[in-house]
């Protein structure tokens, strides 16, 4: 096979490109019990916008206008209160701030094309980080071929496949062992590689490194090149068929790499975090997914490795692409039960935040009833299962506020009607910053 290279996906490249990574086809399945799930969202990497102050027009029917830090219009919405149901978490940073705490506190975000891309969750890190410290950068993925992660710098050499083959399905693909984002990249030859290279301000003080990998055999085996020395990862350091972790410290400004691969073995991801103690958010998104993909991963192994994160707060920010079903929308509580019970088996202390659709629209720009329909079971699912609840299309100012954001200077929604530019993440960042009662500084 030809040798291939990528590299991570940047504001500035989309920017330059108008780049849009469509990573499946629209496609209509059918389930075993003959109810129809489609079409798949095209999901994207968003389109970087300008350096303006954005504004939006303001709807007749709205409310107070929430004023952005940047002396811009953030959103034309009623001003929302600061959710409930949070007090561990709040708790935790504010142990953090008082330094009463010695250990991160863990977000994990997992939801849809919208995390994935990093921007959302950024905001919100970034925000957080500003005021409790930061505590790194996360998960990452290692070896996929278009992905973007703030913070790091990634270059894919050689051949490489991921799995499974349709990440955002609702079924079972494979044995379901892919770790705590879904996702295996999976190196098909020696010479196949991927770089990490912290960005400065990534992390404070050293960076502790973590790489999370299963090996189909015996055979299998890998390097990492920590950047002050290599490190041999051969069954030795982790049994067959089982997820392990290998784990250093480094400079801030050291590069990672894995390479000389044998035998197919499978990286799950990566692991970054400050020498010191802040906060710390993971993003999971993949794009196309719902409530039902994370439940279509192996439930034993997943837990193992969320427990292993002890998070004090987790983060479900679905419901976009259910927008597109054609099931009844009651169906997808049961799937919220499900996913919270998970959560709990792994962090029984931590909290759990819902968060609805964003606003998505027709070709005619007109909003989709099943917005507010998915948005009002994902509401009664946090209220049964006492969790927070943030309805991400009530923040964008309700129905007609996609087009609203589209139309604003410079853009803060995408032309598909569904994604939002970075300029639009970081104003619904904001946005859920206010909402979690921690709004940024000016």
């Not at 705590?180 to 196949?192: D, F, I, T, Y």
């Not at 920590?226 to 069954?235: I, L, N, Q, S």
């Amino acid at each position: 096979m030809k040798s291939q290279k990528s590299t991570t996906l940047s504001p500035e490249s989309a920017r330059a490109a108008g780049y849009f990574v469509v990573s499946l086809t629209t496609l209509v399945i059918v389930t075993c019990s003959g109810a129809v799930r489609g079409p798949v969202v095209p999901e994207a990497a968003p389109v970087a916008a300008g350096d303006r102050p954005a504004t939006i027009a303001p709807s007749p029917a709205e409310g107070a206008v929430a004023k952005g830090r940047d002396g811009g219009v953030a959103a034309a919405v009623a001003t929302l209160p600061p959710l409930g149901r949070l007090d561990r978490f709040r708790g935790a940073l504010a142990e953090l701030k008082t330094k009463e705490r010695t250990s991160p506190v863990r977000v994990l975000w997992l939801g849809d094309s919208h995390a994935a891309a990093d921007f959302w969750p950024d905001a919100v890190r970034r925000g957080l980080q500003a005021d409790f410290g930061n505590g790194g950068l996360g998960y990452i993925f290692a070896g996929l071929r278009v992905y973007r992660h703030r913070g790091v710098k990634i270059a894919r050499d050689g051949n490489w496949h991921t799995d499974p083959k349709h990440p955002s399905l609702w079924m079972r693909q494979d044995d379901g062992v892919f770790g705590l984002g879904g996702l295996r990249a999976v190196p098909e030859q020696s010479a196949s590689a991927v770089s990490l290279e912290l960005e400065a301000g990534a992390v404070e003080g050293h960076a502790h490194w973590e790489v999370v990998f299963r090996l189909p055999s015996d055979k299998a085996r890998f390097q990492i090149d920590t950047g002050e020395g290599v490190r041999a990862v051969d069954a030795s350091v982790a049994k067959a068929g089982t997820i392990g972790h290998v784990a250093w410290q480094a400079a801030s400004n050291a590069t990672v790499k894995l390479g000389h691969a044998v035998g197919d073995p499978q990286i799950l991801g990566a692991i970054v975090e400050s020498e010191n103690p802040g906060v710390v958010i993971d993003t999971l998104g993949v794009n196309g997914a719902r409530i039902g993909t994370p439940l279509a991963w192996d439930a034993a192994t997943w837990i193992d490795e969320a427990r292993r994160r002890s998070p004090a707060l987790v983060v479900l920010a679905y419901g976009t692409n259910e927008v597109g079903d054609a099931d009844a929308p009651a169906r997808y509580g049961p799937e919220y039960d499900a996913m919270i019970a998970r959560i709990r088996d792994a962090a029984p202390n931590t909290d759990c935040l819902i968060i609805g659709p964003t606003d998505r629209e027709d070709a005619a720009s007109v909003t989709l009833p099943r917005v507010a329909e998915v948005d009002a079971v994902e509401r009664q699912s946090a209220e049964r299962l006492g969790c927070a609840f943030f309805s991400a299309s009530e923040a964008m100012g309700g129905p007609g506020s996609n087009r609203r954001w589209a139309d604003a200077a410079p853009a803060l929604a995408a032309p598909d009607h569904v994604h939002l530019t970075p300029r639009g993440y970081a104003e619904l960042g904001k946005l859920t910053l206010d909402a979690l009662g921690f709004p940024p500084t000016p």
